[in-house]
């Protein structure tokens, strides 16, 4: 069985009536978020090679008519035209690592109708968990300007699968490592870690538990202090590493407490020990907001570890995001419902200068000083290039953000620059809006 049923109802019982009603016409689907979460003042775009590789393989088999019809309470055979449908589509998508703004088409997909329609709820998924992710890290980098962030995820995401893409997505923004060994492993990242809480209680002592650590990891060192007590931690820490002569390159973990003050005093408590170089290391519930106050704070903090809050974009774990079809068979089309409105014809999006972007319809040529946003990833159901490495979308995520106005970068309540609508994109979405209202809204309105 393929990925086809992981799926919403609607999607099958919309794409059954379609092939049965023989509208098979080419249909384009844009996908969006309607507005940006509070306190975010942009998006970073994620998970178009999840999307491509779901899109490539795309089948209905005749495993999946069997669930559809299982699940409908009706015969396989009612469902057989779903069989054998695959991906044969084209797909424009603004690249993995680019900053993006409310309103701006990520992804359109266009394909025939039932195609365009089954694969809305995956590729949703898809594009709207790893941009919400890549965008919170995105932020922790902000905000610790220029002090190392990690990612501590793992054991909280939604899933493994997840705990993986959120120390890809974190690596793609800047991160410095990940304490997923398979996901460090598979993407190529630094692996980083310490040690638990139950390290430390599993010995008699707490230099008992340092000095056996150093003993079977001969490496630069971190210690967590802060089991019994944090200020007594940090003295125990510092005797272990100087005994040992192990302060270069190794560091402590603060994880509980008032981690700005706690790090006034560990960072007093090494230097008096002539422990310059050893670093203090930061976690526990940490995320943007903290790392900022901290950083603000002065507190001397070399390294932050994020992870819980991070890993589950805590504070805006949705995106608004929209699948919505705005042409079939060459007709515009476009919603009207309140606070819904979406803008008809297939789009290009082209940023000038100051994220000053301009939305326009695909055939409009370039304003002056301008680059589109949209390109063509696949044609015919097949990839058009190869998968992005992490490192090319890095640096195109680092160029955007050079470029974004600092009242965006702001952690706390920031303006979030607004694309425009071009002239002809405008005057399309109205004619599109008076035809509805004449011809399909004019009995519901009492007029002729």
């Given at each position: 069985m393929s990925n086809a049923t992981s799926t919403d109802l609607y999607e099958v019982t919309m794409a059954q009536s379609y092939l049965c009603e023989g509208?098979?016409?080419?249909?384009?689907?844009?996908?969006?978020?309607?507005?940006?979460?509070p306190d975010r003042g942009f998006l970073v775009c994620a998970g178009l090679d999840s999307v491509l590789d779901f899109l490539s393989a795309y089948r209905v088999d005749a495993e999946d008519v069997d669930v559809f019809a299982s699940v409908l309470k009706r015969r396989p055979e009612d469902l057989a035209p779903l069989l054998g449908l695959e991906f044969s589509g084209e797909v424009r998508a603004v690249p993995e690592g680019?900053?993006?703004?409310?309103?701006?088409?990520?992804?359109?997909?266009?394909?025939?109708?039932?195609?365009?329609?089954?694969?809305?709820?995956?590729?949703?998924?898809?594009?709207?968990?790893q941009?919400?992710?890549?965008?919170?890290?995105?932020?922790?980098?902000?905000?610790?300007?220029?002090?190392?962030v990690v990612d501590f995820s793992l054991r909280r995401t939604h899933g493994i699968e997840a705990g993986h893409r959120a120390a890809r997505l974190g690596a793609m923004v800047g991160f410095a490592g990940t304490s997923n060994v398979e996901a460090a492993h598979a993407e190529g990242l630094t692996a980083v870690g310490t040690m638990a809480h139950s390290y430390i209680e599993a010995f008699g002592t707490e230099e008992d538990a340092f000095r056996a650590f150093a003993r079977s990891h001969p490496g630069p060192v971190t210690f967590l202090v802060d089991t019994y007590d944090t200020v007594a931690g940090v003295a125990t820490a510092a005797r272990v590493l100087r005994d040992l002569g192990l302060g270069p390159g190794c560091a402590?973990?603060?994880?509980?407490g008032d981690l700005g003050a706690l790090a006034v005093q560990a960072r007093a408590g090494l230097d008096a020990a002539g422990l310059q170089e050893t670093r203090i290391v930061a976690s526990g519930g940490l995320?943007?907001?903290?790392?900022?106050?901290?950083?603000?704070?002065?507190a001397p903090i070399d390294t932050y570890a994020v992870g819980t809050r991070i890993g589950v974009c805590a504070d805006a774990p949705y995106l608004d995001s929209a699948?919505?079809?705005?042409?079939?068979?060459?007709?515009?089309v476009m919603k009207l419902s309140s606070a819904k409105v979406t803008a008809p014809g297939r789009k290009q999006v082209f940023r000038r200068p100051g994220y000053a972007d301009l939305m326009s319809l695909i055939d409009e040529q370039p304003p002056p000083n301008s680059v589109p946003l949209l390109e063509s990833v696949m044609r015919e159901g097949r990839r058009v290039s190869k998968p992005t490495e992490l490192e090319t979308a890095r640096q195109r995520f680092f160029a955007d953000l050079a470029a974004l106005p600092p009242e965006a970068r702001t952690i706390r309540a920031p303006t979030a620059p607004k694309a425009e609508l071009s002239g002809r994109l405008a005057s399309l979405a109205a004619d599109v809006r008076r035809y509805i209202e004449k011809n399909l809204l004019g009995d519901a309105h009492g007029t002729a």
């Open positions: 509208m098979t016409a080419s249909a384009t689907f844009s996908l969006f978020v309607r507005d940006l979460p680019h900053i993006v703004l409310a309103g701006e088409p990520l992804l359109e997909i266009t394909a025939s109708l039932p195609q365009a329609q089954l694969v809305e709820t995956y590729v949703l998924n898809l594009l709207s968990h941009t919400a992710i890549a965008s919170k890290c995105a932020r922790c980098v902000l905000a610790a300007e220029g002090h190392p402590i973990r603060l994880d509980s995320d943007e907001f903290a790392v900022d106050r901290l950083v603000r704070s002065g699948y919505k079809l705005v042409e079939y068979d060459g007709r515009p």
